[in-house]
């Protein structure tokens, strides 16, 4: 959804915004938000977002700190209730009194829910059992060689270097195959060799049937993966548009341009 007042791309030379017809909803959204709103007292921090989201959608969300970002995941998540407005996964909305749609969510956060005393396969077969999976032995065997953590199975979490410790992290999110996928900051304090890795099991998660979100500052790592991007200002989103039409090379400048007509 686009903002009311929305910078020309065109001004800048930089981004082309689709128009509905060049953005279809193939088929029937698997995340939804409906004016979706988070406060904190006196502060905003998600103001009225709307959303829909398919099968195969990747959307990154762009913006500077403080603009909401981890709050809209957290909401999307069912991690926060919003103070108006709801969520929808698969048809269900969220709805706090009970749990079965919380099976089709993975997270992954700065925390990493990770126990650093267990090793890389304990931690695996402890959040399998939480969801009480079938033949879990072998699924947290392909989990792990899924992230390319085979070799060190057997390591202590807390031996792992940060970015052996964020794919364990994803290995956990992905681990009960869940429909929608949240990613926040998933590349920060990655070395270059890291990122490429993290970035490669990612590709592998957006397999056409998944849902993802992704939050991060880095606009080339952002852009990399997504099919639909949106930048989020002050709680609201400022630009949405997709991947498609998106200039990179000029997009740095797009996004700087959003971010200060929408800081006002």
């Known amino acids: 959804m686009l903002a009311e007042a929305v910078p020309d791309p065109g001004a800048v030379d930089t981004v082309t915004v689709p128009t509905p017809a060049e953005a279809p909803r193939r088929v029937a959204p698997v995340l939804s938000a409906r004016g979706l709103v988070r406060e904190y007292g006196p502060v905003v921090a998600v103001n009225g977002v709307d959303l829909d989201l398919a099968p195969g959608d990747f959307l990154t969300v762009f913006g500077p700190n403080g603009a909401g970002k981890t709050s809209l995941l957290s909401l999307l998540g069912g991690r926060l209730k919003p103070t108006r407005g709801e969520v929808v996964i698969g048809g269900q909305r969220l709805d706090f009194g009970e749990t079965t749609w919380r099976n089709r969510i993975g997270v992954l956060s700065h925390q990493g829910f990770l126990y650093g005393h267990l090793t890389a396969r304990e931690n695996l077969r402890f959040f399998g059992k939480l969801f009480a999976l079938p033949d879990l032995d072998r699924l947290v065997t392909e989990r792990l060689e899924q992230v390319g953590l085979t070799d060190r199975a057997d390591f202590l979490s807390r031996q792992l270097s940060h970015g052996m410790r964020q794919r364990l992290a994803l ?75 998106v200039d990179a090379d000029g997009f740095e400048r797009f996004y700087h341009k959003v971010v200060e007509d929408g800081m006002g």
């Open 171 to 245: 290995a956990r999110a992905l681990l009960h195959d869940p429909d929608v996928v949240l990613l926040d900051e998933p590349y920060t304090g990655l070395d270059p060799y890291a990122a490429t890795v993290l970035r490669n099991v990612l590709s592998s998660v957006q397999d056409g049937r998944r849902t993802v979100v992704m939050v991060t500052h880095n606009l080339t790592q952002g852009l990399e993966l997504a099919t639909r991007v949106a930048i989020q200002v002050r709680g609201r989103f400022a630009w949405e548009g997709a991947r498609e039409g």
